[in-house]
């Protein structure tokens, strides 16, 4: 009887915990556009416009959260049209949060998935069928909240996989203006929403089985200088591998590895207003190897990447600490390719510009 009343005031008392409320928009920290267009003297005339957003849905009460999956692609080039070359997927999710710590404004959280439906060139597709996930959310504060998830996910092409994943997602709700748009200053600190992913993936088809590994670290993170300086600094590091265990091609593999590292300087024309208009430049520079094994060769691929960016865009605060990010700019690269057996693949030096568009987020995580 003693542990019978110690539950019923634990589920009686679980609502104080609450740190979410019902109608609270909660929005994927990774959801992003893009468009861009090939220009200059060698362009081929290609331009392409994507959209996505793993898991953005409202809060139906202050644990439950429902939402949808969204991805949409097309691409223009000489040869295909814009409806040539097109896919939307939708999905939908629900996630059942358990409160943790009200001190440390800590959750853990279930969830299930309908794997996305689409349409494209083809016609009716499906991707994931469905997937099962459990995590650990922390509230920041000012509308954002740090996710750690683990999810089992179901293909419809007899492989699943499993995906460990950290980021940064935004919490939207009613609140004050002016609270909303604070001023920009010096010695802030901001950071964009992935910082890494770990995946597995088994799959057996009818051309090869076996094991794709694939770990990724992305951190973007931000410092203010002054109130109108922005420094911010990318390291993307990636290695991925398919390892074949089906009996034709046992003792092959494939494996990419890839390093990039950027560096932009933003300068903000205000420091506070509802929109906060600024100029940017940045570098970049990515290496890529890729290796494909067999039982007595083996054939590996270098690609060196400069790109140098021109532009700008405006900042717009939808909480204390969760921006949208517009920005337009001017992009060229030159890229390098060398392989080791340069009778099976060329030696290439290729250059290329665009101009872009992007819509993401930045979040301010110290002010």
């Known amino acids: 009887m003693r542990h019978l009343f110690l539950f019923a005031c634990l589920v009686a008392a679980t609502p104080l915990f609450s740190q979410y409320t019902p109608g609270s928009v909660y929005m994927d920290g990774a959801s992003d556009l893009t468009y861009t267009n090939d220009v200059g003297s060698e362009a081929i005339g290609s331009a392409s416009l994507s959209a996505f957003t793993q898991q953005t849905g409202v809060f139906v009460t202050d644990r439950l959260l429902v939402g949808g999956i969204f991805e949409a692609f097309a691409n223009d080039s000489p040869d295909r049209s814009w409806t040539d070359n097109a896919s939307l997927a939708v999905g939908a999710f629900g996630r059942y949060y358990l409160p943790l710590s009200d001190q440390k404004k800590l959750r853990a959280f279930g969830e299930v998935a309908i794997g996305s439906l689409g349409v494209g060139t083809d016609g009716f597709f499906t991707g994931g069928l469905f997937f099962l996930g459990a995590g650990l959310e922390k509230n920041l504060g000012g509308g954002t909240v740090a996710t750690g998830s683990l999810r089992y996910v179901v293909n419809n092409d007899e492989s699943n996989d499993m995906i460990l994943d950290l980021r940064l997602n935004a919490i939207l709700s009613g609140m004050d203006a002016d609270a909303a748009r604070p001023a920009l200053s010096a010695k802030a600190i901001t950071a964009e929403s992935q910082f890494g992913e770990l995946a597995f993936r088994r799959f057996g088809r009818d051309s090869g089985s076996g094991l794709f590994t694939s770990l990724r670290l992305n951190p973007t993170i931000g410092y203010f200088l002054t109130s109108r300086v922005h420094l911010i600094g990318d390291l993307v590091l990636s290695h991925s591998s398919v390892l074949f ?72 605060f939808l909480t204390p600490s969760v921006a949208l990010d517009v920005a337009a700019f001017y992009s060229g690269s030159d890229t390098e390719v060398e392989v080791d057996q340069p009778d099976f693949l060329p030696t290439a030096s290729l250059t290329n510009n665009s101009l872009d568009l992007t819509v993401g987020v930045q979040f301010f995580l110290f002010r």
Do not use: M
């Open 245 to 316: 265990s089906d009996s034709d091609r046992s003792g092959s593999d494939f494996s990419i590895r890839s390093l990039s590292a950027s560096l932009e300087a933003r300068y903000y024309l205000l420091d506070q207003a509802s929109f906060l208009p600024y100029v940017s430049a940045a570098l970049s520079y990515t290496t890529f190897r890729s290796k494909v094994s067999f039982d007595t060769s083996s054939i590996e691929q270098d690609i060196n990447q400069g790109i140098f960016r021109l532009g700008g865009g405006l900042l717009y």
